[in-house]
Nanobody
């Protein structure tokens, strides 16, 4: 069984930076792709970024590329989402997820099997 725990959420001001962590309990963590999604109030959950377990390559939602950076530390079973120059529209619950199958950079929710509980990020203007 794979378990994910997010941390690092909170309240920040527009223009600030925030770092989220996703710790994954899995024996073969390094082989898993890990994705981040977010869900704003009244909106559907959307893809944010993913990082491959195969080659460490990354994928970002086009609107976020340049402000968000995803990375992983396989020794700590952790994936980091660094968010810079934050905007009020970044306010959402951020969740990390892992697919059972070795998809390369899945962007849609049904391809992910394991999810964390989410962490709230609020950006004030």
């Amino acid at each position: 069984q794979v378990q994910l725990v997010e941390s690092g959420g909170g309240l920040v001001q527009a223009g600030d930076s925030l770092t989220l962590s996703c710790t994954v309990s899995a024996r073969t963590f390094s082989s898993y792709t890990v994705g981040w999604f977010r869900q704003a109030p009244g909106k559907e959950r959307e893809f944010v970024a993913s990082i491959s377990g195969k080659d460490g390559s990354t994928d970002y939602a086009e609107s976020l590329q340049g402000r968000f950076t995803i990375s992983r530390d396989n020794a700590k079973n952790t994936v980091i989402l660094q968010m810079n120059r934050m905007k009020p529209e970044d306010t959402a619950v951020y969740s990390c997820a892992v697919p059972r199958r070795p998809f390369y950079h899945p962007r849609i929710e049904p391809l992910y099997d394991y999810w964390g509980q989410g962490t709230q990020v609020t950006v004030s203007s």
